[in-house]
């Protein structure tokens, strides 16, 4: 049994920070890449980020690019998004995701998915 959850969302003015928080209760969590997508309200849900097995590589949406952080922490079984520099757009119930066993972030399916935490940035 693979399952994710997020935490860590909440209200935040135009320009604040959030960091946002998934732990994936899988033992095999070092083998596998993690992602974070997002969907507001009548929109289609897009990627955001996603990490590599030893957190040495990454990519991201270009809407993020350089307000946004992913990291992991596979002692811990978790990963983070830290989101600087918000934006009333990036709005969205934020999604963490794992990918099936032994697939890295090139090759990221989205396999096993969190419940979402919202997030609201205020103008």
């Known amino acids: 049994q693979v399952h994710v959850v997020e935490s860590g969302g909440g209200l935040v003015q135009a320009g604040g920070s959030l960091r946002l928080s998934c732990v994936c209760s899988a033992g095999t969590f070092s083998s596998r890449a993690m992602g974070w997508l997002r969907q507001a309200p009548g929109k289609e849900r897009e990627f955001v980020a996603v990490?590599?097995?030893?957190?040495?590589?990454?990519k991201y949406a270009d809407s993020v690019k350089g307000r946004f952080t992913i990291s992991r922490d596979n002692a811990n079984n978790t990963v983070f998004l830290q989101m600087n520099s918000l934006k009333p757009e990036d709005t969205a119930v934020y999604y963490c995701a794992a990918s099936s066993y032994g697939r890295d972030y090139d090759a990221m399916d989205y396999r096993y998915w969190g419940q979402g935490t919202q997030v609201t940035v205020s103008s």
């Open positions: 990490i590599s097995w030893n957190g040495d590589s990454t």
